[in-house]
């Protein structure tokens, strides 16, 4: 078993494709819960439910919301593609902290730490407050619905929870994340084919429009409102990394995580354009567009689709969703601080490793502490702060996507050109995504700058979002200069470049246990930079 003092010491060597022990416990979960948990992070049945009407509102975009939410894969798929190579190097549960460290020096990767603290923590108080509105939804406590004080206690209990879920090993939580998962996948595919049959059969309602090959087309609107947009879609995919942050715990850990992100990112854009398409086809956009029902789409258009008692089954996997969700933001941020706490970036204390359960003891319940801190008084103040700072968390995320992005093609410099394929998918494609991240960050703050474009009050000229995003950014380079003194080792660290020849080390699927003997092969694949079209990966043993 793993001691303290194993999980705290200071990483300093370079990296080799090899778990750099911090006290985790290896081998807990295999290929097919790290797409679980990346996918379930996003919470597809909340983001889309919370998110499509408003971008459908939008008079440039229209129809075309299935076309925005492909092209903000676009960028999703791309940086995934650092994530896969640069988990390959550094299996690290800090992930773009240790990789934008390794490439860009001290100072970038503990502002992209920051970035992933201060954008859960953003996001944590809507988690749990959507979960604690639609338990009361689902057992039709509608006085529970209009009162704050019982949507906080319910936020409060829920975050409280999931919190002590995380605490009691990863085990627990992938078998619950398949669980809410496949519930929730199910239940939307089920709504979307069973609108899209009635717009069909003419069994939709009135104002129902027929699916066309132009709302997939991201050419067909404005380019101006396509930017604005993708604001939105942004936030619908944001999380997916999440299964790589459990990399350390996994089985195969610098391959299978890192692929499940580019199959998760995969995964969720067909989930989107499906059910965009159903629901927009089923009452028309002016419908889901309007006030009362664009902050709840999945909600307004599920008594049509599915009938009284369908419905029923609707709400229950936004609520699934959401709780999902908040389970896995807090894994990836206590194995973000554990990691800084390990690299000697943050207080040792804060790297401590709970001994019988081997999950992140400090990180993890100081992580719900404070989301439930954060939480409190967003929900006390009014719905419309807690909605601004769901919006703001793109800055940060736009930022640590973006630079992520960017270090595959710094820390790989030196092998990027030894192939065409490493030039593309290690080099190219992850600068290329991140560089549209940086982008649509900077548009966001340029945008939400603007009085007209946000809710709330101006404090200092600033509007909300700017505080929530652009300020709390501020704040952690401020900390971050503070804390220099104290942590002279790390911040004296060096960019590096990657370990020569450690792209081309053995591919590895995952274990025959999880996927079948029959899936189990050494060697290269699709999304591997030194495969062939000559190579031919060997039959797996005993075949």
Same mark, same amino acid.
């Given at each position: 078993?793993?001691? #303290? ?14 778990? &750099? ?9 295999? /290929?097919?819960?790290? %797409? ?59 992930? =773009? ?28 108080? @809507? ?6 509105? /639609? ?64 717009? /069909? ?34 936030? %619908? ?10 990399? #350390? ?5 610098? #391959? ?14 067909? %989930? ?25 789409? !999945? ?46 970036? !943050? ?34 103040? =009014? ?35 030894? =192939?065409?394929? *490493? ?31 946000? &809710?709330? *009050? ?27 003194? @104290? ?6 660290? *060096? ?22 003997? &029959? ?10 930079? &030194?495969?062939? #079209? ?10």
């Amino acid at each position: 078993m793993a001691t #303290e003092a194993s999980a705290v010491g200071v990483a300093g060597a370079p990296a080799t494709g090899q778990v &750099e022990d911090k006290g985790l416990k290896k081998n807990a979960i295999g /290929y097919v819960s790290n %797409i679980v948990i990346s996918t379930a992070s996003v919470a597809p049945a909340y983001s889309i439910a919370a998110t499509l009407g408003f971008i459908v509102a939008d008079p440039g975009i229209g129809t075309h919301a299935p076309a925005v939410l492909l092209a903000a894969f676009v960028p999703m798929l791309l940086v995934s593609l650092a994530y896969r190579y640069l988990n390959k190097a550094d299996p690290d549960a800090g992930t =773009s902290f240790a990789w934008t460290t390794r490439a860009f020096g001290p100072a970038t990767g503990w502002l992209n730490g920051w970035a992933v603290f201060l954008a859960d923590v953003l996001v944590m108080a @809507s988690l749990g407050y959507v979960a604690a509105i /639609y338990t009361f939804k689902l057992f039709e406590w509608h006085w529970a619905e209009v009162h704050k004080g019982a949507g906080l206690v319910g936020c409060v209990l829920w975050i409280w929870l999931m919190t002590w879920i995380c605490h009691r090993g990863i085990e627990l939580s992938a078998r619950i994340q398949q669980l809410l998962l496949t519930y929730e996948v199910l239940v939307l595919v089920i709504f979307s084919v069973v609108a899209i049959v009635d717009v /069909y059969s003419g069994n939709a309602a009135a104002h129902a429009i027929e699916p066309q090959a132009s709302w997939f087309n991201p050419f067909a609107m404005p380019f101006h409102d396509l930017v604005v947009a993708l604001l939105l879609g942004i936030f %619908i995919y944001w999380g997916w990394d999440s299964g790589v942050a459990v990399n #350390e715990e996994s089985e195969d850990s610098n #391959e299978g995580p890192g692929r499940a992100a580019v199959v998760s990112t995969v995964l969720l854009v067909l %989930i989107y354009l499906l059910v965009s398409a159903g629901s927009q086809a089923y009452h028309g956009t002016a419908f889901i567009a309007n006030e009362e029902n664009a902050g709840d789409v !999945l909600n307004a258009l599920g008594h049509g689709v599915l009938g009284s008692v369908g419905v029923r089954f609707l709400i229950v996997a936004v609520l699934t969703s959401a709780a999902a969700s908040t389970q896995t933001t807090i894994l990836p941020t206590a194995r973000t601080t554990l990691s800084m706490a390990h690299w000697g970036a !943050l207080p040792k204390a804060i790297g401590r490793i709970h001994p019988r359960f081997l999950t992140p003891t400090v990180s993890t319940w100081g992580f719900g502490a404070i989301s439930i801190a954060v939480a409190v008084p967003l929900i006390l103040i =009014s719905e419309t702060v807690l909605e601004l700072a769901v919006v703001a968390l793109g800055i940060p995320v736009c930022f640590y996507y973006g630079m992520t992005g960017l270090a595959s093609a710094v820390y790989y410099r030196r092998e990027i050109f030894d =192939s065409a394929r *490493k030039f593309f998918l290690v080099g190219l494609l992850p600068f290329v995504g991140g560089l549209i991240m940086l982008g649509i960050g900077g548009y966001a703050i340029y945008y939400y700058g603007k009085a007209a474009n946000s &809710e709330g *009050k101006i404090y200092a000229g600033l509007t909300l979002p700017l505080w929530f995003g652009l300020i709390g950014m501020v704040l952690g380079a401020v900390i971050m200069l503070f804390m220099r003194p @104290s942590f002279k080792r790390y911040f004296g660290r *060096k960019p590096e470049t990657a370990t020569p020849g450690v792209l081309d080390a053995p591919v590895e699927r995952a274990p025959a246990h999880l996927m079948g003997r &029959e899936h189990v092969t050494h060697g290269a694949h699709l999304l591997t930079p &030194e495969a062939t #079209e000559e190579e031919t990966p060997p039959a797996p043993p005993g075949g």
